[in-house]
C-alpha cells in the first residue's frame, strides 16, 4: 500500500469505516512491535503496548492532517506510548514470570546455534559475529534517546531524513548531526574489533 492509499483509508475511517482503520493495523503492526521492542525489553508487554498506540492513534485520527506520512505520524505515537509505559515500569519495576521464561529460552536457543554450525561457519567466524553484533547492540542501547531513535530510524525502519525531521519534530540537520554522532559512537566501538582506520565508518 502507498502513502495515498493510507490517505485514503484514513478518510475512511473518518467517515466512521472501521474495517479501514483495521487494514491500517494489519499493515503497521509488525512495525510498530519490532520498533517497541526496541524500547521496552519484556516481550509481553510489546502487543500490549502496540494495542495501546493504535488505540490512541484511532481516537486522534481526527487531528491527522497529513503533513506527514501516515506511519511517521504513528511512529511518532507508538514512541510516546512506549515512553509513559517504561516511566509506569520504572515507578512499579516488576518483571512477569513469562518474561523471566522468555529470557531463559532465549539463551537455551543461544546455546543451541553455537551448536548448530554450518559447513561454512567456524567457531570463530561465530564468535567474532555475534561480538560485532553484540557490540552494535550495546553501542546503541548506550546513547542517548535522541540519537538511538534517529538511527534506529534511519537504519532500521529505513526513513528518509526528512521523515525523520518530521517522526521527531526537529530540523533536518538536527537529524543528520544526530545520525552522524550515533554512527561515530557505535564506530568507536567497533574499531577495536575491525581495526578499521579513524576515518571510517560502519
Not at 490512541?56 to 497529513?66: D, E, H, K, L, T
Not at 511518532?76 to 520504572?90: F, G, S
Not at 534517546?145 to 526528512?162: H, K, P, W
Request: proline letters at 3%; aromatic letters at 6%; hydrophobic letters at 40%.
Amino acid at each position: 500500500m502507498s502513502d495515498d492509499t493510507d490517505q485514503q483509508l484514513v478518510e475512511r475511517v473518518r467517515q466512521g469505516d472501521v474495517q479501514a482503520f483495521e487494514m491500517l493495523v494489519v499493515k503497521y503492526q509488525r512495525r510498530i512491535e519490532r520498533l517497541i521492542g526496541r524500547f521496552v525489553r519484556d516481550v509481553d508487554l510489546v502487543p500490549d503496548i502496540a494495542q495501546e498506540t493504535f488505540i490512541r492513534a484511532y481516537r486522534a485520527i481526527p487531528q491527522f492532517r497529513g503533513e506527514s506520512a501516515f506511519y511517521t505520524w504513528l511512529y511518532r505515537i507508538a514512541v510516546n506510548t512506549a515512553k509513559k509505559a517504561l516511566a509506569d515500569l520504572r515507578r512499579d519495576p516488576v518483571m512477569t514470570d513469562s518474561a523471566l521464561a522468555a529470557a531463559s529460552q532465549d539463551d537455551e536457543g543461544t546455546e543451541r546455534r553455537e551448536h548448530e554450525l554450518s559447513h561454512d561457519e567456524t567457531p570463530e567466524a561465530v564468535m567474532a559475529s555475534r561480538e560485532i553484533a553484540d557490540t552494535v547492540n550495546a553501542a546503541i542501547e548506550a546513547l542517548p534517546d535522541d540519537l538511538r531513535q534517529a538511527i534506529l530510524l534511519r537504519e532500521v525502519e529505513g526513513l528518509s531524513y526528512d521523515e525523520i525531521a518530521l517522526a521527531m519534530a526537529c530540523p533536518i540537520g538536527t537529524v543528520r548531526s544526530r545520525i552522524f554522532r550515533a554512527r561515530e559512537a557505535i564506530a568507536t566501538r567497533l574499531r577495536p574489533l575491525l581495526d578499521t582506520k579513524q576515518g571510517r565508518r560502519w
